[in-house]
């Protein structure tokens, strides 16, 4: 078994093999990859596990930084690009990720990475043969709805009471939805207004611009905008990738939330979705805390909890443990809550 590092010409090798793996994601895709280089995230390295001249595992890598200031191994916006494998034997398995830990630490050294961040669903057969020195948490999962094929058996057999009503006094206050594509500035402001609201690192408008560039509407990707009054409230904006859907960001305005905005377009994306034949939604990484907000809010549609296993991969362990305990302070001290809004957006254009 051998790994190289990905060359250009072989793209469709590459998303072919994603294609049929049961595992792969857009962000696994070649498309995904242009658009983190065209949105100037970081520094590709792509690497291909091959056994005989065939492809038998792919691993995306990204060089980026994270606070305080350091550089990682992850994939910007995006906790699903686990390296994928075919189905081998157990020994090929254990060779593959020997060669691949092997080849990423002399990668490390070569452009002074301090870890690498690796996201592994825990139903992934990987994580049998990941090293025991390799630092692993489960504060998330992935929470994902199987969608019934007919739209109104689910919305009264799978969505909860609550988010039933909250749902029907959005139409009955006559929220409305728009299928089409927005303009890219009034998605960011929509974005950065919930941004504020919760007090997180806001990104550039780059890699949007970005995404309404280089994907395809409708094929790669959805958008859904809800309107009252005439006026844009709450936008989401989910992936597509074979027979199931990524939620990714979901923007309100502040004001509007007792129209219930949010709730009324995650069940008109279903709609949509149901009617197009998809299969599963993904509501993207969730808190497995129950308590948390986001989990809360998510779990009320009716899906299953799938949990990601976080590895810390360390190659400086120092520049890991002072990383792991800036962050862990930081939760602790609830600190973004406590810096301006100008302040957070800095941070995030020096991080990515």
Not at 64 to 71: A, D, H, K, Q, S
Not at 184 to 200: E, P, Q
Not at 222 to 227: E, G, N, P
Not at 290 to 300: E, I, L, N, V, Y
Request: aromatic letters at 14%.
């Amino acid at each position: 078994m051998d790994i190289k590092i990905f060359s250009s010409d072989r793209r469709n090798d590459w998303d072919s093999f994603v294609s049929d793996h049961k595992d792969g994601s857009i962000f696994h895709t070649m498309r995904w990859k242009r658009v983190l280089d065209k949105s100037n995230l970081g520094i590709s390295s792509y690497m291909i596990m091959e056994d005989k001249n065939k492809i038998v595992g792919v691993c995306p890598l990204y060089i980026t930084n994270v606070f305080p200031f350091l550089r990682v191994f992850t994939l910007p916006s995006s906790d699903y690009a686990n390296p994928l494998l075919a189905k081998v034997s157990p020994s090929q398995i254990k060779e593959a990720l020997s060669i691949l830990f092997s080849k990423a630490a002399s990668m490390a050294n070569e452009y002074k990475v301090s870890f690498w961040k690796l996201y592994l669903p825990m139903s992934s057969e990987l994580n049998r043969f990941m090293p025991n020195r390799f630092t692993v948490e489960r504060e998330y999962g992935s929470l994902i709805l199987e969608l019934d094929e007919n739209a109104e058996r689910m919305f009264v057999g799978k969505i909860h009471k609550k988010t039933r009503t909250s749902i029907r006094k959005a139409i009955k206050m006559g929220l409305e939805v728009t299928e089409e594509l927005p303009n890219v500035n009034d998605f960011y402001d929509l974005y950065l207004s919930t941004m504020r609201r919760n007090k997180g690192f806001p990104e550039d408008i780059t890699q949007l611009k970005v995404i309404w560039e280089e994907l395809l509407f409708k094929k790669d990707f959805t958008v859904l905008t809800a309107k009252f009054n005439g006026k844009m409230i709450a936008v989401i904006l989910a992936f597509l990738f074979k027979n199931k859907a990524y939620v990714w960001k979901n923007s309100s305005l502040p004001t509007c939330l007792w129209l219930n905005p949010n709730e009324f377009l995650y069940w008109k994306l279903i709609e949509q979705l149901i009617s197009r034949g998809f299969k599963y939604l993904d509501f993207g990484p969730t808190p497995l805390n129950p308590s948390a907000g986001h989990h809360f809010f998510k779990s009320r549609f009716g899906g299953r909890m799938v949990p990601l296993c976080e590895y810390y991969v360390p190659y400086s362990k120092i520049d890991l443990s002072i990383y792991r305990n800036m962050m862990t302070m930081g939760k602790l001290l609830n600190v973004r809550k406590k810096l301006p809004d100008a302040m957070l957006t800095r941070f995030q254009k020096r991080l990515i």
